[in-house]
T-cell receptor
Framework: AQKVTQAQTEISVVEKEDVTLDCVYE???????LFWYKQPPSGELVFLIR??????QNEISGRYSWNFQKSTSSFNFTITASQVVDSAVYFCALSEAGTSGSRLTFGEGTQLTVNP | SAVISQKPSRDICQRGTSLTIQCQVDSQVTMMFWYRQQPGQSLTLIATANQGSEATYESGFVIDKFPISRPNLTFSTLTVSNMSPEDSSIYLC?????????????FGPGTRLTVL
């Protein structure tokens, strides 16, 4: 069975600090996809990134960057120069292959608070 | 991306009653899913809504409690039956254009349900 662990329940930083959100996953599949979603206080789930198991290149998108390391089964997310608007719950998720659809297994989420 | 709407956006219901939540997508999609997010917790998949056939339920969820319909490729409903306070949650509809692990899932805005 697959599992996603986000060990950091809550993180609090001051604006402009860099922050890294950890994600560790377990799966028996060789083909899988990893995702990050953002859930602001309004409640909607915002897609941030998708990464497949064969692509270990790190990715940068503006202030966001992702570090995928298969050797440690980790897919960490870094926000550089954090802003108050980054305050949200962030979920890491895993999609397993071999099923009829793209069902997702979510981690427990990390509540990020960025203080001015 | 897909534009997804859910009705109602929120509701307060009495114990023992039922509520039907609607999910409408602006274009045809292959996969539709229903998730539950209990207060302060992560998302848990309830079921995959299958067009023209019975939904596929995850462990711990049953059709009698959460009947699902999917009459076409753009619409689905989830009913929460015989509600109790433990059913107070956010219920989210999600869609994927195609089947397969590599397809990103888009989420609706959610329905916030409070059961008294």
């Amino acid at each position: 069975a697959q599992k996603v662990t986000q060990a950091q329940t809550e993180i609090s930083v001051v604006e402009k600090e860099d922050v890294t959100l950890d994600c560790v996953y377990e799966t028996r599949d060789t083909t899988y996809y990893l995702f990050w979603y953002k859930q602001p206080p309004s409640g909607e789930l915002v897609f941030l990134i998708r990464r497949n198991s064969f692509d270990e290149q790190n990715e940068i998108s503006g202030r966001y960057s992702w570090n995928f390391q298969k050797s440690t089964s980790s897919f960490n997310f870094t926000i550089t120069a954090s802003q108050v608007v980054d305050s949200a719950v962030y979920f890491c998720a895993l999609s397993e292959a071999g099923t009829s659809g793209s069902r997702l297994t979510f981690g427990e989420g990390t509540q990020l608070t960025v203080n001015p | 991306s897909a534009v997804i709407s859910q009705k109602p956006s929120r509701d307060i219901c009495q114990r023992g009653t039922s509520l039907t939540i609607q999910c409408q997508v602006d274009s045809q999609v292959t996969m539709m899913f229903w998730y539950r997010q209990q207060p302060g917790q992560s998302l848990t998949l309830i079921a995959t809504a299958n067009q023209g056939s019975e939904a596929t339920y995850e462990s711990g969820f049953v059709i009698d409690k959460f009947p699902i319909s999917r009459p076409n490729l753009t619409f689905s409903t989830l009913t929460v039956s015989n509600m109790s306070p433990e059913d107070s949650s956010i219920y989210l509809c999600s869609v994927a254009r195609l089947a397969g692990v590599d397809n990103e899932q888009f989420f609706g805005p959610g329905t916030r349900l409070t059961v008294l």
